[in-house]
């Protein structure tokens, strides 16, 4: 039998989903085979309506190698497992003469734990453990997601949580859950052969396609024993995320709650000499952070130094400790001692990696302040370790020995994808050299014109922002705007503070708009009303520069109070800034530019989600017109109709709004 061509599999898995063949899908899985059949790697950029999903998914499937996909949002890994791929296996199996399974992989606290569930909760006080569901007031919240849970447990065949609708609260589903130092492993667990995590690790080995998370993938390259199966092919959907979300799992966190924790689980398990060094240790660390000032630790203080030398010496004594001693006294023992030693060996290394003082880490100490008096006071104090860069880790482990593709909506920025490649770890596009990952990048455009379809306006007549000053004309010309528009206006703002103030002004001077604010309710719920009723604004802050998706009239106003540049004091992003220019580049470029170029390109990306859809990305930020990166930033959005004049874009906004309503009444 002739091997099926991928113009056939894609027309057949197209047609399958519902769907239309479009240019840019077709480019893209061409552009995909390639780099699988070559072992190279690919940055592609497949804009809203593209398709890019079964752009990747048909060549991967067929070519029969194993695949990992990782995903940043639990969205788009509900769309793969519960739509796209089984709907793309069933067409493409008489094709193709196989019908390759598939399945999805998390983090093992994302599964229910049944030693956890039937054996009780080790306690940090006392030995032994404690029946969470007798310990909750069966009327309270927690006892009540607790009850739901048990009752779950009978029924799920996955115990993935988020399996779970509704869903539960933190606190409770930390009640049924384990992290991976927590687990007992299955062959020394009373319930290690009917362990959800471990049939999802059994089924993603058995499986074609393997759908994962950002936050797994990053664990499986950071800490060297794999929990993804060996695949020949990774595919990174939504990649904009990935260099966040690697950093975020690389990043380590010491806080006096937390150690207070450790010395608490482990002063039963150990003899009285270990638990009092670790008890003496954690008093000292307690009071340094008492006295410690909020911000970017270049140099760590002597006395800081010596309490975390003090702490990482009395958390090696105690992890010793604790595998040599033996009491039977305490109940179920093994779950006991595994939770405290994960406790105290979390702090060890923590301790250990800040004292050892790197140069490729940045530290910093954050105060919060919070209500409820001196009971919790520290619990918002932390001493922070972050990478400067993930760029090495990936280059060397991400695309060692596999054919790596990374795709989303926004990777082309300033006109090209070495930005985001040297985030990756990966040298300009082109450059040769023997231990550099080969690869090319491809915008395969968009199946919307959005010449025609937006309008990309900057107010330039408006006063230059500054930090946290007064931006009343800026708010004036919200409200002009908001108006103009009849509503349907999403407000991405730079921070919660400025859409907080905007949400409080506005809801004053027009009350006949009603302005939706980020906190209020459920991110869920606020997408849900905003999109019920086109006269209502949603304003908030990052979580939705990223994560809104209402196509039609509801939102045909996106609105950025100012460009999204990091905070002067983001530790982090002021280090990876600092560390370019002493190499001798352009920091602001490769750091701050880059970071707001991504965030307003996914910013407008929230306009135009259809093809009927039309509209306004206003940006209220001169700077955009002014400034000589200005360019550069309009360089990585969408290609709408740019201007600046104000009364034109107020009567394209009424216009919009016009046609919209006699949409509706119609």
């Known amino acids: 039998m002739t091997k099926p061509s991928l113009p056939e599999l894609l027309h057949a898995a197209v047609t399958a989903v519902g769907g239309m063949e479009r240019p840019g899908q077709v480019t893209m899985a061409q552009?995909?085979?390639?780099?699988?059949?070559?072992?190279?790697?690919l940055l592609v950029q497949a804009g809203t309506g593209t398709g890019k999903s079964l752009g990747y998914l048909v060549p991967a499937l067929a070519h029969g190698e194993r695949v990992v996909v990782a995903t940043a949002t639990l969205a788009l890994q509900r769309q793969l497992v519960e739509r796209d791929l089984p709907r793309t296996v069933e067409a493409l199996h008489p094709l193709l003469r196989r019908r390759p399974e598939f399945a999805m992989l998390k983090g093992r606290s994302n599964y229910l734990c049944l030693h956890r569930l039937h054996e009780g909760v080790p306690q940090d006080e006392e030995e032994g453990l404690f029946d969470q569901f007798e310990a909750a007031a069966p009327t309270s919240k927690?006892?009540?997601?607790?009850?739901?849970?048990?009752?779950?447990?009978?029924?799920?065949?996955?115990?993935?949580?988020?399996?779970?609708?509704?869903?539960v609260s933190d606190r409770a589903w930390s009640q049924v859950s384990v992290s991976s130092r927590e687990c007992l492993g299955a062959s020394k667990c009373a319930y290690g052969a009917e362990c959800f995590a471990e049939?999802?690790?059994?089924?993603?080995?058995?499986?074609?396609?393997?759908?994962?998370?950002?936050?797994?993938?990053?664990?499986?390259?950071?800490?060297?024993?794999?929990?993804?199966?060996?695949?020949?092919?990774?595919?990174?959907?939504?990649?904009?995320?990935?260099v966040s979300r690697?950093?975020?799992?690389?990043?380590?966190?010491?806080t006096p709650g937390q150690v207070n924790r450790a010395v608490r689980r482990a002063a039963k398990l150990?003899?009285?000499?270990?638990?009092?060094?670790?008890?003496?240790a954690a008093e000292g660390f307690e009071r340094l952070m008492e006295l410690a000032l909020p911000g970017r630790l270049e140099e760590i203080p002597e006395d800081l130094g010596y309490a975390l030398m003090a702490l990482r010496d009395a958390a090696r004594t105690v992890i010793s400790a604790i595998g040599s001693t033996r009491d039977k006294s305490v109940q179920d023992e093994d779950a006991v001692r595994k939770q405290a030693l994960a406790s105290v060996e979390t702090v060890h290394d923590v301790a250990e990696r800040i004292s050892n003082g790197s140069e490729w880490d940045v530290v910093w100490y954050e105060r919060h302040d919070l209500r409820g008096g001196a009971a919790n006071r520290w619990s918002g104090a932390s001493l922070r370790v972050a990478p400067m860069s993930v760029s090495g880790l990936l280059r060397e482990k991400l695309f060692a020995d596999r054919s790596v593709v990374l795709t989303s909506a926004t990777l082309k920025l300033g006109g090209d994808f070495n930005g985001v490649g040297a985030s990756l770890?990966?040298?300009?596009?082109?450059?040769?050299?023997?231990?550099?990952?080969?690869?090319?990048?491809?915008?395969?455009?968009?199946?919307?014109?959005?010449?025609?379809?937006?309008?990309?306006?900057?107010?330039?007549?408006?006063?230059?922002?500054?930090r946290d000053g007064d931006r009343a004309d800026m708010l004036d010309e919200l409200t002009e705007l908001i108006q103009a528009a009849g509503g349907r206006t999403l407000g991405l703002f730079s921070?919660?503070?400025?859409?907080?103030?905007?949400?409080?002004?506005?809801?004053?001077?027009?009350?006949?708009?009603?302005?939706?604010?980020?906190?209020?309710?459920?991110?869920?719920?606020?997408?849900?009303?905003?999109?019920?009723?086109?006269?209502?604004?949603?304003?908030?802050?990052?979580?939705?520069?990223?994560?809104?998706?209402?196509p039609g009239?509801?939102?045909?106003?996106?609105?950025?109070?100012?460009?999204?540049?990091?905070?002067?004091?983001?530790?982090?992003?002021?280090?990876?800034?600092?560390?370019?220019?002493?190499a001798g580049g352009n920091g602001f470029m490769a750091v701050a530019a880059t970071h707001a170029a991504l965030l307003m390109a996914q910013g407008a990306g929230r306009l135009v989600r259809a093809s009927g859809d039309r509209g306004v990305v206003a940006v209220l930020d001169q700077r955009l017109a002014t400034a000589r990166y200005g360019s550069y930033l309009t360089a990585s959005l969408p290609d709408f109709w740019y201007t600046t004049d104000r009364n034109q874009v107020r009567k394209s906004l009424a216009a919009i709004d016009q046609a919209a309503q006699q949409t509706e009444e119609a």
């Not at 552009?31 to 790697?41: F, L, N, R």
């Not at 596009?429 to 900057?458: A, C, H, M, N, R």
């Not at 939706?516 to 869920?524: D, P, Y």
């Open 31 to 41: 552009a995909v085979e390639q780099v699988i059949d070559d072992g190279s790697h």
């Open 142 to 167: 927690l006892g009540q997601d607790l009850i739901r849970l048990r009752d779950w447990s009978q029924e799920t065949e996955t115990g993935d949580r988020d399996d779970l609708t509704p869903g």
């Open 199 to 242: 049939m999802a690790r059994e089924r993603a080995k058995l499986s074609e396609v393997v759908v994962t998370n950002h936050a797994l993938l990053a664990i499986d390259a950071i800490e060297g024993a794999p929990v993804l199966p060996q695949h020949e092919v990774l595919i990174v959907d939504e990649a904009h995320e990935l």
């Open 246 to 254: 690697v950093t975020g799992v690389a990043t380590g966190e010491l």
């Open 270 to 280: 150990v003899n009285e000499k270990a638990a009092d060094q670790l008890q003496t």
């Open 425 to 466: 770890g990966l040298a300009p596009e082109g450059t040769e050299g023997e231990d550099l990952p080969q690869w090319k990048g491809v915008d395969v455009g968009s199946p919307f014109d959005y010449p025609k379809q937006g309008i990309l306006y900057v107010a330039k007549h408006l006063a230059r922002p500054t």
């Open 495 to 550: 921070s919660m503070r400025a859409a907080q103030l905007a949400a409080e002004e506005l809801r004053v001077r027009i009350p006949e708009f009603p302005i939706l604010l980020q906190g209020e309710e459920t991110l869920g719920e606020l997408i849900k009303n905003f999109a019920a009723d086109p006269k209502t604004c949603l304003f908030g802050t990052l979580s939705l520069w990223q994560g809104v998706d209402v």
């Open 553 to 582: 009239p509801s939102c045909q106003l996106v609105v950025m109070d100012k460009i999204p540049f990091p905070r002067p004091d983001d530790p982090v992003m002021s280090a990876r800034q600092k560390a370019v220019e002493d």
